[in-house]
């Protein structure tokens, strides 16, 4: 079953745009994850956030969780053509163990 | 280029056909993970190999049998599929599953057509 629930499915934003991405789960979590899938290819991790942490920075990415809203955000500032991929979030349920279970997926489409 | 490597690519078999997924890793991680994704889902978890000893089945069916050869490898064993089984399978690892808080490391998958 889907832990992870994304929104929106689909986003489509012109280069120089920030895109946004929200993900809410049902249970708690140890930590949850964000990866990105482009077209045809395997995922790539992009951030972990552990569940007492609230905001994490990587470069152009910024993700927030809010444990009691059981959401996070997943947000790509001045984005790039190639920034067009399929983004998912995954929890990892259990302290101890990495398990993922991933949410639906947001895809993104980022028009130059 | 991905640090795990999964071979073949594609793989096109018939029902009756046997077959095996490979993939492998020297990044020293010690445990190993198959999911089977279909087109616009995510991933789904298969199985899991913690120290070269399968940890968890998520109640697959028997037709997939996996195998860890060693802490390197991670094989998956087709026969007998059906055409719903059609799908992108990918494998992962991670640094040590007991510790937790870790990113997985993903190959490009094998994209699998049953006939």
């Known amino acids: 079953s889907q832990q992870g629930e994304e929104d929106p499915q689909a986003l489509s934003i012109q280069e120089g745009e920030n895109a946004t991405m929200n993900c809410s789960y049902k249970?708690?979590?140890?930590?949850l994850q964000w990866y990105r899938q482009n077209s045809g290819r395997g995922l790539v991790h992009l951030i972990l956030?552990?569940?007492?942490?609230r905001e994490k920075h990587s470069g152009r990415l910024r993700v927030t969780l809010d444990t009691s809203k059981k959401s996070s955000s997943l947000l790509i500032t001045a984005s790039r053509a190639a920034d067009t991929a399929s983004y998912f979030c995954?929890?990892?349920?259990?302290?101890?163990?990495?398990?993922?279970?991933f949410g639906k997926g947001t895809m993104l489409l980022v028009s130059p | 280029d991905t640090e795990v490597t999964q071979t073949p690519k594609h793989l096109v078999m018939g029902m009756t056909n046997k077959k095996s997924l490979k993939c492998e890793q020297h990044?020293?991680?010690?445990?190993m993970y198959w999911y089977k994704q279909k087109a616009k889902k995510p991933p789904e978890l298969m199985f899991v190999?913690?120290?070269?000893?399968?940890?968890i089945n998520e109640s697959v069916p028997s037709r997939f049998s996996p195998e860890c050869p060693n802490s390197s490898l991670l094989n998956l064993h087709l026969h007998a599929l059906q055409p719903e089984d059609s799908a992108l399978y990918l494998c992962?690892?991670?640094?040590?599953?007991?510790?937790?808080?870790?990113?997985?490391?993903f190959g490009d998958g094998t994209r699998l057509s049953i006939l």
């Open positions: 992962a690892s991670s640094q040590d599953r007991d510790r937790g808080n870790q990113p997985q490391h």
């Open positions: 249970t708690s979590i140890n930590n």
């Open positions: 956030i552990r569940s007492n942490e």
């Open positions: 995954a929890t990892d349920l259990t302290s101890g163990y990495s398990t993922l279970t």
């Open positions: 990044m020293g991680h010690r445990a």
């Open positions: 190999y913690s120290y070269e000893k399968l940890s």
